[in-house]
DNA sequence: AAAAAAGTATACTGATCTGTTTAGTGTTGA
DNA sequence: TCAACACTAAACAGATCAGTATACTTTTTT
């Protein structure tokens, strides 16, 4: 992979989360990482594709930071669980939170079948797999149930801290998260 | 209050929902409003605030709506209580569900004082509120600490089912709303 | 009936948008 | 070494962006 290539798909993924998609152009993108436009156009046939890449990118990344995040957190498999709450939380407390760029990439691109939304739909569903191998290693039986269940708290989590500005949801689904956690532990 | 005027933020709501804030411009919303680009400017001396105003139009509109859904769905407190999600469900529904719009704002707007993000501030503190008061209704002590799971629960299931493309999150929010309700009347 | 307000149509500014073109410079591997 | 590749710089195309200007018509209010 070209270094320059890199840089492109790092500066987009910092201006997509601050400004949107619509709102950086790709001369912006390209001076931010200090490479000509035309480099840009040998590596992206569109603005489209850059789109793709950085949220391809950012998923993977993603995904691992809070999966390593939650491994050191917690040793414990019960609390590795609710783990991932304490993890968003200091996700959410970072001066440089935007929000999901995934929930927001939806939000200007909302057509039903787009390669955008269908790069946004893995990532949460592969969230969702963690979520509930985390819960299988924790000795839950209905693991999908609850994968569900927490999965959309942490969803109403990102939001809610996204719209407050402030981190303090993740403690809140943390609470709530604990209950249920608890009763499905009790069957 | 001029019909051209709510002619103009009616349309703003539609194309804003569907294709995103920068995504549309002064010129298509006037077009399609049957409404001159100098009338426009005539009731809105900007892009940004037509966008509030827009906002602000939704905001009353929706819970208005939100509201007398839930009244009508349900007579009894603790079945209104949990009816959010029934609401939520019906909204999911719609061939035109585009998610939140105060979400989506935030998302493309994340100045952390701008008079966007205060609205869609204030119009999440107001369903929280009322949440709270559907709770009190139906008996529950700690009407604080379920407004809130229920809140981050109904954002996550908004969030969910845009992604998802399907209202399905809206049923499994209500089965963990329900467990937590249930708790907390059993205190 | 007169005056004020709200509307139309259209063209314009200057900036920015995505994407291309031309022309030339480094870099690197076979 | 030399050809392919990656890159720079800068201008360009055509569309669209937010917002303004000019000149005229319709509607409403006094």
Same mark, same amino acid.
């Given at each position: 992979?070209?270094?320059?290539?890199?840089?492109?798909?790092?500066?987009?993924?910092?201006?997509?989360?601050?400004?949107?998609?619509?709102?950086?152009?790709?001369?912006?993108?390209?001076? &931010?990482?200090?490479?000509?436009?035309?480099?840009?156009?040998?590596?992206?046939?569109? *603005?489209?594709?850059?789109?793709?890449?950085?949220?391809?990118?950012?998923?993977?990344?993603?995904?691992?930071?809070?999966?390593?995040?939650?491994?050191?957190?917690?040793?414990?498999?019960?609390?590795?669980?609710?783990?991932?709450?304490?993890?968003?939380?200091?996700?959410?407390?970072?001066?440089?939170?935007?929000?999901?760029?995934?929930?927001?990439?939806?939000?200007?691109?909302?057509?039903?079948?787009?390669?955008?939304?269908?790069?946004?739909?893995?990532?949460?569903?592969?969230?969702?797999?963690?979520?509930?191998?985390?819960? &299988?290693?924790?000795?839950? *039986?209905?693991? &999908?149930?609850?994968?569900?269940?927490?999965?959309?708290?942490?969803?109403?989590?990102?939001?809610?801290?996204?719209?407050?500005?402030?981190?303090?949801?993740?403690?809140?689904?943390?609470?709530?998260?604990?209950?249920?956690?608890?009763?499905?532990?009790?069957?």
């Amino acid at each position: 992979m070209s270094k320059k290539r890199q840089q492109l798909v790092d500066t987009a993924i910092k201006l997509f989360s601050a400004h949107g998609y619509h709102g950086v152009g790709i001369d912006w993108i390209s001076r &931010e990482a200090g490479v000509t436009k035309k480099t840009m156009y040998h590596h992206f046939h569109s *603005k489209n594709e850059l789109i793709l890449a950085a949220l391809k990118h950012h998923d993977g990344l993603f995904r691992n930071e809070f999966m390593n995040a939650v491994k050191a957190f917690h040793e414990d498999p019960y609390e590795r669980l609710l783990g991932i709450f304490d993890v968003a939380h200091h996700w959410f407390s970072d001066k440089k939170f935007y929000g999901c760029m995934f929930i927001n990439a939806i939000g200007e691109y909302s057509e039903p079948d787009s390669s955008i939304r269908n790069v946004c739909q893995e990532f949460k569903s592969l969230m969702r797999k963690y979520i509930a191998q985390l819960a &299988e290693d924790a000795g839950i *039986k209905d693991t &999908e149930s609850i994968a569900t269940s927490l999965a959309i708290l942490l969803e109403g989590s990102i939001v809610t801290a996204q719209v407050s500005g402030t981190p303090d949801s993740a403690i809140e689904a943390k609470k709530a998260a604990k209950l249920l956690v608890d009763l499905a532990l009790q069957n």
